[in-house]
């Protein structure tokens, strides 16, 4: 599958959204990668994570775990593709932490998957957490880089759709200036 079918993916799903935006990471943009809109979809978003595990060929993996909550469909589909278990971290009062009888095994290699990157934030308290409980995180995978490769997570990164999408401080933001009033589709803020 090439990019251009990735993308046509992802505008019959709606996934491609155009207007004004405050991402997850609190900068602005005029494009925001609605993966919740793909992941409605479940032989499309299927075929796009089975593509995703392709570029993994060689990566040995024991466990898939992700951020909630954009990443909780995609782990479990990335899960699948790779035949292992699956586990997630959440918010609770603004701290990432893991619940729900979920563990990290010390020894276990994991796959950090999230469905969109911009700063990798979120990715990176995973990682983080995943390795002070003796866990050894092999390597991240998203369906969209949306820094276009700039993310380093100091682990193998595989990403299927690298993109520059253009984000902007607040107090720089030209749609803002222009009072175009701003939306936050993401899910950052939840925080119980």
């Known amino acids: 599958m090439n990019k251009e079918e990735m993308l046509a993916i992802f505008r019959e799903t709606d996934g491609i959204l155009k207007g004004h935006f405050q991402l997850a990471s609190g900068r602005h943009s005029d494009t925001y990668m609605q993966c919740a809109k793909l992941f409605m979809y479940p032989k499309k978003s299927a075929m796009l994570c089975a593509e995703l595990a392709k570029l993994l060929n060689g990566v040995a993996i024991d466990v898939v775990a992700s951020p909630a909550v954009g990443g909780v469909i995609m782990g479990y589909q990335m899960a699948a593709e790779l035949d292992v278990p699956n586990i997630f971290f959440e918010r609770v009062n603004g701290e990432m932490t893991l619940r729900r009888g979920f563990t990290v095994e010390a020894g276990k290699r994991y796959l950090v998957v999230e469905d969109v990157v911009t700063t990798g934030g979120s990715v990176r308290e995973v990682v983080s957490l995943i390795e002070s409980m003796g866990g050894e995180v092999a390597a991240v995978a ?4 949306r820094s276009n490769g700039k993310v380093d997570f100091g682990k193998p990164y595989y990403a299927l759709l690298q993109m520059e999408v ?3 401080e607040p107090d720089e933001c030209p749609l803002c200036k222009q009072g175009i009033p701003v ?5 950052k803020a939840l925080t119980k």
Do not use: L, M
């Not at 998203?142 to 880089?145: A, G, P």
């Not at 939306?183 to 899910?187: A, E, L, Q, V």
């Open 142 to 145: 998203s369906i969209v880089d």
């Open 183 to 187: 939306t936050k589709p993401g899910t």
């Open 166 to 168: 253009i984000s902007y």
